[in-house]
């Protein structure tokens, strides 16, 4: 399972969501659904632009999570 972990950048950073969006260039609820695991799918330019703004990793962001679920998919 694939986790944002936007929220827990932004407070570390202490930067709003509104602030974050401005700096991005892309709208609040795109960035809005992206911060609350909702997206199905992030721009490698947006994300690009998001490390940016926030001055971290990829990894910082996004994360792999092994679920029980996924462990007999094949």
């Known amino acids: 399972m694939i986790v944002i972990n ?3 950048i932004m407070a570390k950073r202490k930067i709003s969501l509104n602030e974050l969006s401005e700096k991005v ?13 909702k997206a199905k799918a992030i721009r490698f330019s947006t994300l690009d632009a998001i490390c940016k703004a ?8 996004i994360e792999y999570i092994d679920s029980p679920e996924n462990m007999y998919e094949e």
Request: net charge negative.
């Open 6 to 8: 936007l929220d827990v």
């Open 25 to 37: 260039g892309i709208t609040l609820a795109n960035l809005s659904i992206l911060k609350n695991n």
């Open 54 to 61: 926030l001055n971290c990793k990829v990894e910082d962001i």
